[in-house]
């Protein structure tokens, strides 16, 4: 896509990750070049379907988990999540969900979807989405997280992806909080997948993270109807929402052998090893490694950012 670096160059830029790479600023946000060129490129030939679901989010704020239990409820009647044999057959336990479900800017760029899957995933703020998205009233479900716990899974993302890079965690947090990291703000890709869930209630479902731990199988469900597939009472008697919360738990999917030891986009410029997209999972996960001056930071662009949104973590 050599036809968009010309307006990459024109953009504002910042050295990230210790001269790593690079970041640019486009529309208010922050991208590293590869996701950009199919940002600038998905917003210009993109074609969305009106059946389309989109899974939307920022980094590190759950969607790897997202992706499980939505490719789950969406594909239950093509691999039944209650037979016997599900081991063998179920994509989830064969590939990371990341490989279940097209990524808009990378594998959407030539707008080659398969008609049959209606998912799709970004972490595309709302402002930047393609335009047919929004005038099509596709469906689209947007996680977050706490800012505290989204840096800490970040900055140990950044860990097993840069591994011997030397980062240092002061200038990251300096970084994220600036909001210069990548598809950062943080704060305002939130408040306009917030917004527009407000706006729009029957187009765009709002979730936190910490909400889905709490009551997974109340969200599955929630899913299940947002996503026009709600369970059939003979599937509750079965217990489908239910297995589908076992099937897709962390604890599951970070124990198979395809998320120890498989990469994802293997043989590609961005390939990455399946385990980095696991770790720990858990709610609170800052207080291991933020200091109390950190968390104040935190703390206070937070209560800041949302002020007067009506929205809070």
């Known amino acids: 896509m050599m036809k968009y670096q010309e307006i990459i160059a024109s953009l504002p830029k910042k050295e990230i990750w210790n001269g790593v790479s690079y970041i640019y600023e486009y529309q208010g946000f922050w991208f ?21 679901i989109v899974l939307c989010s920022a980094m ?32 989830l336990f064969n590939a990371v969900p990341h490989d279940c479900i097209p990524f808009l800017e990378v594998d959407l760029v030539e707008n080659k979807k398969d008609p049959e899957m209606p998912l799709l995933s970004t972490h595309l703020p709302f402002s930047s989405l393609p ?13 977050c997280r706490d800012p505290k716990d989204t840096f800490v899974s970040y900055w140990h993302f950044l860990q097993r992806v840069l591994p011997g890079k030397q980062l240092s965690l002061e200038k990251e947090f300096e970084m994220f909080c600036d909001g210069s990291s990548v598809y950062g703000p943080y704060w305002d890709h939130v408040l306009g997948y917030w917004k527009a869930s407000i706006e729009r209630p029957d187009s765009v479902l709002f979730l936190k993270y910490e909400d889905l731990k709490r ?28 297995r589908i919360v076992e099937l897709c738990s962390l604890q599951k999917l970070s124990g198979l052998e395809v998320n120890k030891t498989g990469k994802h986009r293997q043989g590609t410029a961005l390939s990455i090893n399946n385990d980095s997209f696991f770790r720990r999972g858990v709610v609170g996960d800052w207080k291991n490694l933020l200091i109390p001056q950190m968390q104040r930071r935190m703390d206070e662009i937070t209560e800041q950012k949302l002020q007067g949104s009506g929205f809070s973590f």
Not at 37 to 43: A, D, F, L, R
Not at 131 to 143: G, Q
Not at 226 to 233: D, I, L, S
Request: glycine share 8%; hydrophobic share 35%.
């Open 215 to 242: 009551g997974t199988l109340f969200y599955v469900r929630k899913l299940g109807e947002f996503m026009g597939q709600p369970f059939t009472a003979e599937e509750e008697r079965r217990g489908a929402a239910e």
């Open 60 to 91: 590190k704020t759950g969607t790897t988990w997202l992706k499980a239990l939505a490719f789950a409820i969406v594909t239950r009647n093509q691999f039944d999540v209650l037979s016997s044999d599900n081991n063998n057959n179920h994509p």
């Open 32 to 52: 590293n070049s590869p996701f950009l060129e199919g940002t600038i490129s998905v917003q210009e030939s993109f074609q969305a379907q009106p059946g389309d």
């Open 131 to 143: 335009k047919c998205i929004i005038s099509k009233d596709c469906k689209m479900v947007y996680i």
